[in-house]
């Protein structure tokens, strides 16, 4: 249990990386944090040490805080963990749910935030069960307004034109690396797609 449970914390860890570093959320419960920080006025990326030091060793302390009590709560109250590995599906849903409703009604008092929540649940989880993932969407909804604010902005300084977005030569590299990751995607999709499509004729 240790190996797992140990990679899992380094997993874990390692994804604040690109976000506090770059500004660049690497999954859906990080595009969250994101969001979170964008909404209180912090912009997560190369100036975060600089500009919110606290914020910044507040998180990397917490890391070394959280995990010395992981280690200290793990040993004496693992059989209880294993107890609540063993609560059948339906009663911890049941739970999780019931805790979520209350949660999202207690921040301002209002059931139309629930409403939000629940609409929300039901779209991912139709998203879900048709195969597409959540966390891209996440991830659209947080990066989206930030990516057109610096996309019209760009186009004003070169009084629209597109070529500003190959100025440079980490622009160049920059949107190399975009292309070569969008056809190493989508190539094997298509393949897939095509193999489909023989074994069917």
């Known amino acids: 249990m240790s190996g797992p449970e140990t990679a899992n914390n380094a997993a874990s860890i390692s994804s604040f990386i690109p976000?506090?570093?770059?500004?660049?959320?690497?999954?859906?419960?990080?595009?969250?944090?994101?969001?979170?920080?964008?909404?209180?006025?912090?912009?997560?990326g190369p100036t975060l040490i600089s500009d919110h030091p606290d914020i910044f060793w507040?998180?990397?302390?917490?890391?070394?805080?959280?995990?010395?009590?992981?280690?200290?709560?793990?040993?004496?109250?693992?059989?209880?963990?294993?107890?609540i590995a063993k609560i059948p599906p339906a009663v911890m849903s049941t739970l999780t749910v019931a805790i979520l409703i209350v949660g999202a009604y207690t921040i301002n008092g209002?059931?139309?935030?629930?409403?939000?929540?629940?609409?929300a649940g039901l779209a991912g989880y139709l998203l879900r069960s048709i195969g597409v993932p959540p966390?891209?969407?996440?991830?659209?909804?947080?990066?989206g307004p930030i990516f057109e604010t610096n996309f019209r902005r760009s186009l004003v300084l070169s009084d629209g034109g597109f070529g500003i977005?190959?100025?440079?030569?980490?622009?160049?590299v920059l949107l190399a690396l975009t292309i070569l990751v969008l056809v190493s995607t989508a190539l094997p999709l298509v393949r897939q797609?095509?193999?489909?499509?023989?074994a069917e004729n």
């Open 19 to 44: 976000l506090l570093t770059l500004g660049f959320p690497p999954n859906g419960v990080l595009a969250v944090i994101f969001g979170a920080l964008l909404i209180q006025g912090v912009t997560p």
């Open 58 to 83: 507040g998180v990397v302390g917490s890391m070394v805080v959280g995990n010395l009590i992981l280690l200290v709560m793990n040993i004496p109250l693992l059989p209880v963990f294993v107890r």
């Open 110 to 119: 209002n059931t139309f935030d629930v409403a939000v929540m629940v609409a």
């Open 135 to 143: 966390a891209p969407i996440v991830l659209a909804f947080i990066l």
């Open 165 to 172: 977005f190959a100025s440079s030569p980490t622009a160049v």
């Open 193 to 198: 797609r095509r193999r489909t499509l023989e």
